[in-house]
């Protein structure tokens, strides 16, 4: 006759347990595995897509090279002048009066640009304040010229007055020259562009002369210039003395 199981032995018990057990935990590890598995596999395809993606974007522009030219005035370069680009100091102009820096962005960005013209000059209104990128085929630099003008100018002048020898020429209530015997005279002033200058030609030495103390005057260009300048006098003459003949005495009759 057959045992009952609970008559089965330990040993055999045992391994009846084993054996249900094991398909159990395979199946358990399975599933851990599968889960493991799925995990790994997610995070792969998520990092390869944004791997896809990052490929699928255009690499950044290369930096472009910009160099900024500074002059008083054409062909006249200015060395030592700071240069700002994109908000700060890029460095200085050398001895031919320029610098050459390169910058990132793409065309059609604006970028501030701004010299510090040095004291006794001026920044020009003609200057850019926004350095506009454009690259140039074959990588060549943008050239962006720019002027600190003279705060003055020196101007040569050439004066003729007829009729004037010798006399006073003042400028701002001073005697800047004087006429020679000839009524020439060349000296020359320091003005700022666009002032109006005027002279007047002294005439206190010389009452006759008429006009009485003329005034010339002109504008000063924003450029070193030499000017000439005439007038003329007429010269007054003095109204002779009338002379009355002295009475003669009474005439004898013969």
Request: charged share 25%.
């Amino acid at each position: 006759m057959a045992a009952f199981p609970g008559s089965l032995g330990r040993s055999a018990l045992e391994s009846l347990t084993e054996l249900r057990r094991a398909p159990y935990a395979a199946a358990v590890h399975w599933v851990f595995a599968s889960r493991e598995a799925r995990r790994v596999a997610a995070a792969s395809a998520f990092a390869c897509g944004a791997l896809a993606l990052a490929g699928c974007e255009d690499p950044p522009p290369p930096p472009f090279e910009v160099v900024v030219r500074v002059e008083s005035d054409v062909n006249k370069a200015l060395p030592n002048v700071p240069v700002f680009g994109g908000g700060k100091q890029r460095g200085v102009t050398g001895p031919d009066g320029s610098f050459k820096m390169k910058l990132g962005g793409a065309d059609g960005d604006a970028i501030d640009l701004k010299v510090e013209c040095p004291p006794g000059t001026r920044s020009d209104p003609s200057n850019a304040t926004k350095l506009v990128i454009r690259r140039l085929e074959g990588g060549k630099a943008t050239e962006y010229p720019t002027f600190c003008r003279p705060a003055h100018r020196v101007v040569v002048l050439g004066m003729r007055v007829e009729n004037g020898a010798n006399l006073p020429i003042k400028y701002l209530d001073k005697v800047v020259a004087r006429t020679d015997a000839a009524g020439a005279a060349h000296f020359a002033l320091v003005a700022a562009p666009g002032d109006d200058v005027r002279l007047v030609v002294d005439t206190s030495e010389a009452p006759m002369l008429k006009p009485a103390s003329p005034e010339l005057h002109f504008r000063v260009a924003d450029t070193d210039t030499v000017t000439a300048l005439e007038t003329r006098f007429a010269i007054e003459k003095k109204a002779k003395a009338a002379v009355y003949a002295a009475p003669k005495g009474p005439t004898r009759i013969h």
